[in-house]
């Protein structure tokens, strides 16, 4: 089992997806973290950027590897 940190930037602590594998496409982190804070497609789509690099994410397949 592998984890990724995620944080909103209106909120002070981390919260963690927990998905199984090293690599998690962009889109299936959006959706784990969707379902987790009950957010719906419509209402929103979410930037994800890189804490260590600020390197932001934006390819919608792109993987993610957790090292």
């Keep these: ?3 990724i ?3 909103f930037s209106s909120k002070l602590s981390y919260d963690t997806v927990v998905f199984d594998g090293q690599r998690i496409t962009l889109n299936e ?3 784990h973290i969707m379902g987790k804070e ?3 497609a419509g209402d929103c789509d979410l930037q994800i950027t890189n804490a ?3 390197e932001v994410q934006m390819i919608s397949g792109e993987l993610i590897v957790n090292l």
């Design 29 to 31: 982190l959006k959706r």
């Design 38 to 40: 009950k957010l719906r």
């Design 1 to 3: 089992m592998s984890h």
């Design 52 to 54: 260590q690099t600020k």
């Design 5 to 7: 940190h995620y944080k």
